[in-house]
């Protein structure tokens, strides 16, 4: 593959916000001067330990150590390559890139073409959904009050029946087969590949940066004997449980909520009508059941790390809506956010209601949602004849566990009452039943776990124990280089270059800093965009992790320009420190050395310099 120009790449980064970019998957808010800060997507954690830094392109997760610049992020995230990472970005901002072989190459690695051919695909299908064939399409959509505006809202399309029409008009753009079959569009059969959806309405899955990366289908006619919905299959870029339908169109308005509030529908056609009816903020899982990473996706969009949010699910009122329901209950303890559950009047879902009822009635179901602790009881209790002792009892024993769940304190008195106006029972005898299920738990929770293998007990290498802020000691001279380096690292191409210079020149004393400064002295230009991400990379292990904690600190200051005074202080504070270091040793060496010498007086004049120096620095 063409390498591309180390100075592409640097123009490329120097000119793309880093915030826009993590923006796009985590909800982001200010953490202090030049810092942001939001739930880290790359481990789960109930308050946000991930920082970005924009003004020097770099992120840092206090949590899990995760550091590194816009093209580590995109990385890590979409697991592409280095190249990739670049291509993407230079086409975010329409910068032509160029490789050393001379010229501008096209795309041709692997992701980025599974990108461009779902795109391709997309684009096709709703072309088709415009031919004569897609009829019975249009009237699908028609019945569902969806017109042709709402179909180009969301993207919706048509595939054609027949074996091969989107494979032959996707090889003619250029795409192979063996590309097609890896982005999940055609399948294998004996006479070679065909295409994977045919005489269905097709929705263009989209991950949250609102990149195509799979399909939804739904069966029109009768001789289809398919399943009723068919999805893309699993993909480098497709994952089921990691995708929500929808998620790329309502991140704006969850962000902006207030409280943020996402609404989980079954299906497309609920999502549509949610959006259409005002409720923005619908999404959908893809063919599977709303689980833990559905969860992660959501928190880090939602940056739910307080109880403000809202997650209200929309299920219908059939068997399988009420248990769907539960199960979504059962994730509940994974939210900070406050959970409901809201089902219709009939059990209508949102698109029939917005059918028979109108937006309103989808806007108005918001208001009818209930707890979802509140819900879950119910259900418990249905089961049960409450007109008898017996039943009151056994419906007791079955609803305190979910009681006992929540670890609110202040809640869970609540709805201990609640059980017991559900059940006509005495609320002592309801608490004293909440208590022994919540004492029943927790010793489950302390019956002793098998103890994983440790790292290195099969012979590998043991990892290293990496020097993190936490561990430094509390000293007066710790402080004034921790301090110094964030200053350096974060403001260093505002300071002044001869006194940063001077200052980074002098050994520090704690030898995990006293690295990282080796690393920012080494750096060849501190002006050049980027500069602290490669010297911080560049810091020998096990400080590493050290020199990413100190460049995504928020620094001590109320604003930019008291942080570049600050910064600049601590610099000359360091060479303040420097200065009476050497003439205490001075001093001691002018009692072992006769006055009257070469020596003697010698030290004299650098005492007498020494003073001067101090003096200036004091002044400024």
């Known amino acids: 593959m063409p390498r591309i120009l180390q100075a592409d790449v640097e123009e490329v980064k120097s000119r793309?916000?880093?915030?826009?970019?993590?923006?796009?998957?985590?909800?982001?808010?200010?953490?202090?001067?030049?810092?942001?800060?939001?739930?880290?997507?790359?481990?789960?954690?109930?308050?946000?330990?991930?920082?970005?830094?924009?003004?020097v392109g770099y992120y840092h997760c206090f949590g899990c150590g995760a550091s590194g610049d816009v093209y580590s992020f995109l990385r890590e995230m979409d697991h592409v390559s280095f190249t990739e990472a670049v291509e993407r970005l230079a086409g975010r901002i329409g910068y032509a890139l160029h490789y050393e072989d001379g010229g501008a190459a096209p795309e041709t690695s692997g992701r980025s073409r599974l990108y461009a051919a779902n795109s391709a695909a997309a684009e096709y299908f709703r072309g088709q959904l415009l031919s004569p064939e897609a009829e019975s399409a249009r009237r699908f959509l028609g019945e569902r009050g969806f017109d042709a505006g709402a179909a180009a809202h969301f993207g919706v399309g048509y595939a054609p029946k027949g074996w091969e029409n989107m494979t032959k008009a996707l090889t003619a753009q250029g795409f192979t087969r063996e590309e097609?079959?890896?982005?999940?569009?055609?399948?294998?059969?004996?006479?070679?590949?065909?295409?994977?959806?045919?005489?269905?309405?097709?929705?263009?899955?989209?991950?949250?940066?609102?990149?195509?990366?799979?399909?939804?289908?739904?069966?029109?006619y009768d001789d289809d004997k398919g399943p009723k919905y068919l999805n893309t299959p699993e993909t480098p870029l497709y994952k089921k449980t990691q995708v929500l339908y929808g998620l790329d169109l309502a991140k704006r308005d969850i962000a902006r909520g207030d409280p943020r509030r996402v609404v989980v529908v079954e299906g497309y056609t609920d999502v549509m009508a949610c959006h259409l009816a005002g409720?923005?903020?619908?999404?959908?899982?893809?063919?599977?059941?709303?689980?833990?990473?559905?969860?992660?996706?959501?928190?880090?969009?939602?940056?739910?790390?307080?109880?403000?949010?809202?997650?209200?699910?929309?299920?219908?009122?059939?068997?399988?809506?009420?248990?769907?329901?539960?199960?979504?209950?059962?994730?509940?303890?994974?939210?900070?956010?406050q959970t409901f559950v809201a089902v219709a009047p009939d059990g209508l879902d949102p698109c029939d209601l917005r059918l028979q009822r109108g937006d309103a009635a989808v806007r108005g179901l918001m208001d009818a949602k209930?707890?979802?602790f509140e819900f879950a009881i119910d259900r418990k209790l249905a089961g049960y004849d409450l007109a008898t002792v017996e039943g009151q009892v056994g419906a007791l024993r079955a609803a305190a566990p979910i009681v006992a769940e929540i670890r609110d304190e202040l809640l869970r008195p609540g709805y201990e009452r609640v059980l017991a106006r559900r059940l006509g029972m005495d609320p002592t005898a309801v608490h004293h039943q909440v208590q022994r299920a919540a004492r029943g738990a927790a010793a489950s929770e302390r019956e002793p776990q098998r103890t994983p293998p440790q790292p290195g007990s099969d012979g590998s290498a043991e990892p290293i124990a990496r020097v993190r802020l936490a561990d430094l000691p509390r000293t007066a001279d710790v402080a004034i280089e921790r301090d110094a380096l964030m200053g350096m690292l974060q403001y260093g191409h505002q300071i002044?270059?001869?006194?940063?210079?001077?200052?980074?020149?002098?050994?520090?004393?704690?030898?995990?800093?006293?690295?990282?400064?080796?690393?920012?002295?080494?750096?060849?230009?501190?002006?050049?965009?980027?500069?602290?991400?490669?010297?911080?990379?560049?810091?020998?292990?096990?400080?590493?992790?050290?020199?990413?904690?100190?460049?995504?600190?928020?620094?001590?200051?109320?604003?930019?320009?008291?942080?570049?005074?600050?910064?600049?202080?601590?610099?000359?504070?360091?060479?303040?420190?420097?200065?009476?270091?050497?003439?205490?040793?001075?001093?001691g060496a002018v009692q072992r050395v006769p006055a009257d010498s070469d020596g003697g007086r010698a030290l004299r004049v650098r005492l007498r310099d020494l003073d001067q120096e101090r003096l200036r620095f004091v002044e400024s």
């Not at 269905?200 to 399909?215: E, H, K, L, N, Y």
């Not at 299920?315 to 956010?337: H, M, P, V, Y």
């Open 16 to 55: 793309t916000n880093i915030a826009d970019i993590v923006g796009e998957r985590v909800a982001l808010k200010s953490a202090g001067v030049g810092s942001m800060k939001g739930l880290c997507p790359f481990h789960d954690e109930k308050s946000p330990s991930f920082h970005v830094r924009p003004q």
């Open 180 to 220: 097609l079959t890896n982005a999940g569009l055609v399948s294998a059969g004996q006479r070679g590949v065909y295409d994977r959806f045919r005489g269905r309405v097709i929705w263009p899955i989209r991950d949250v940066t609102g990149q195509t990366i799979g399909f939804g289908a739904r069966r029109l």
């Open 279 to 337: 409720v923005t903020t619908a999404i959908a899982t893809c063919g599977t059941a709303f689980a833990a990473e559905h969860i992660k996706v959501l928190r880090r969009v939602m940056g739910d790390d307080s109880a403000a949010g809202e997650v209200v699910f929309t299920f219908d009122g059939d068997e399988a809506g009420q248990k769907a329901a539960l199960r979504a209950f059962s994730e509940d303890s994974r939210f900070t956010a």
């Open 370 to 372: 209930v707890p979802m």
């Open 496 to 587: 002044d270059q001869a006194l940063l210079s001077r200052a980074v020149a002098e050994q520090f004393r704690h030898p995990g800093l006293d690295a990282v400064r080796e690393a920012i002295a080494a750096a060849p230009d501190r002006t050049r965009v980027g500069w602290a991400t490669t010297a911080a990379d560049a810091v020998r292990e096990p400080y590493r992790s050290l020199a990413g904690e100190l460049l995504m600190m928020p620094f001590p200051a109320k604003d930019e320009e008291r942080a570049l005074v600050s910064a600049t202080d601590l610099c000359r504070r360091l060479l303040l420190r420097a200065i009476e270091r050497e003439k205490n040793e001075l001093l």
